[in-house]
């Protein structure tokens, strides 16, 4: 169960964002159906509080999300089937939760109103992968992509023989929630902020080192995801909060980063797929000359 590992340490690592320098990150479970990623999202957000409660739907208006947003601070987001978000909301969203606060608003009396601020990590979950939703729009996506970390969920084997281990896990983290997160951020309060701030560029520094992988510029919101992540994980597990180490659920996430480039360098253009765009938009306005010397 990698992918319900790495969503418990995004709950957990959503309490670091705010020194990160960025303020959001989404994360995209995708798989088929049965292979357990609402439960990875629901078993995220018992480490807080009840988690059906804290589960959000895909049926929002932008000010009930940013409300939401601002309610949470620095606690996670998860949101539930994301494949009905259409194409347009799927790239607002991205760009919502990385910029860190509400939209500017006046109150009565013509006062600009202090915005919801928030640094946090957000999960959804979708059958089929988020990119292919904004590469479908036709856009200049980049940006959006730098903000989206999707990872593929294959089924579990535990959860292919039947409905019986769903069943008994989703009961279990239904019925015992908010005891994990109270502890871990106790714990972090003792560190208090210089020494978290030491750590996190401890652990940038390390991550290399320990797993092989570098980062670009333009991959800063994957980078960010992952070493923080692999960070909380190792804290919970030695101050006895989880019981697992943190290592084969950080190599889960690792061997789907070459696959994330691709998808990324797929849809940059360069001048002659701008040509060839512009060509094939106007063919009906084109007339070909044909011309041979000395005829």
Same mark, same amino acid.
């Given at each position: 169960? *990698?992918?319900?590992?790495?969503?418990? @340490?995004?709950?957990?690592?959503?309490?670091?964002?705010?020194?990160?320098?960025?303020?959001?990150?989404?994360?995209?479970?995708?798989?088929?159906?049965?292979?357990?990623?609402?439960?990875?999202?629901?078993?995220?957000?018992?480490?807080?509080?009840?988690?059906?409660?804290?589960?959000?739907? /895909?049926?929002?208006?932008?000010?009930?999300?940013?409300?939401?947003?601002?309610? *949470? @601070?620095?606690?996670?987001?998860? !949101?539930?089937?994301?494949?009905?978000?259409?194409?347009?909301?799927?790239?607002? #969203?991205? *760009?919502?939760?990385?910029?860190?606060?509400?939209?500017? +608003?006046?109150?009565?009396?013509?006062?600009?109103?202090?915005? =919801?601020?928030w640094a946090l990590f957000s999960t959804l979950s979708t059958n089929r992968p988020i990119s292919g939703k904004l590469l479908s729009m036709g856009n200049e996506t980049d940006a959006q992509l730098a903000?989206?970390?999707?990872?593929?969920?294959?089924? /579990?084997? $535990?959860?292919?023989?039947?409905? @019986?281990?769903?069943? =008994?896990?989703?009961?279990?983290?239904?019925?015992? *929630?908010?005891?994990?997160? +109270?502890?871990?951020?106790?714990?972090?309060?003792?560190?208090? &902020?210089?020494?978290?701030?030491?750590? $996190?560029?401890?652990?940038?520094? &390390?991550?290399?080192?320990? #797993?092989?992988?570098?980062?670009?510029?333009?991959?800063?919101?994957?980078? !960010?995801?992952?070493?923080?992540?692999?960070?909380?994980?190792?804290?919970?597990?030695?101050? @006895?909060?989880?019981?697992?180490?943190?290592?084969?659920?950080?190599?889960?996430?690792? /061997?789907?980063?070459?696959?994330?480039?691709?998808?990324?360098?797929?849809?940059? +253009?360069?001048?002659?797929?701008?040509?060839?765009? #512009? !060509?094939?938009?106007? $063919?009906?306005?084109?007339?070909?000359? #044909?011309?041979? =010397?000395? =005829?």
């Amino acid at each position: 169960l *990698y992918p319900h590992q790495f969503s418990i @340490g995004l709950g957990l690592a959503s309490l670091l964002m705010q020194f990160t320098g960025l303020k959001g990150v989404t994360v995209s479970f995708y798989g088929p159906s049965g292979s357990g990623k609402s439960l990875a999202q629901l078993m995220q957000q018992s480490l807080w509080g009840d988690p059906e409660k804290l589960h959000f739907q /895909s049926k929002f208006t932008a000010n009930s999300l940013f409300s939401r947003f601002g309610l *949470y @601070g620095n606690l996670p987001m998860t !949101v539930d089937e994301a494949t009905q978000m259409t194409d347009k909301d799927v790239g607002d #969203y991205l *760009y919502w939760v990385s910029q860190g606060r509400d939209k500017a +608003r006046l109150t009565r009396s013509a006062e600009e109103r202090a915005p =919801k601020e928030w640094a946090l990590f957000s999960t959804l979950s979708t059958n089929r992968p988020i990119s292919g939703k904004l590469l479908s729009m036709g856009n200049e996506t980049d940006a959006q992509l730098a903000r989206l970390l999707e990872l593929k969920v294959d089924p /579990s084997p $535990l959860f292919a023989e039947g409905t @019986g281990v769903g069943r =008994k896990l989703h009961r279990l983290f239904t019925q015992n *929630y908010g005891f994990a997160g +109270r502890e871990f951020v106790e714990r972090l309060m003792e560190i208090g &902020e210089q020494g978290i701030r030491a750590m $996190l560029a401890n652990a940038f520094d &390390e991550f290399y080192e320990k #797993y092989g992988k570098r980062f670009t510029g333009v991959e800063r919101f994957w980078e !960010v995801a992952l070493v923080t992540v692999a960070l909380a994980l190792e804290l919970a597990y030695e101050w @006895g909060i989880i019981d697992f180490s943190p290592e084969d659920a950080i190599n889960w996430a690792l /061997s789907q980063l070459d696959e994330m480039r691709e998808t990324v360098a797929d849809n940059q +253009r360069d001048d002659f797929d701008l040509l060839a765009e #512009y !060509v094939n938009e106007h $063919l009906n306005t084109i007339v070909l000359v #044909y011309h041979e =010397k000395g =005829k």
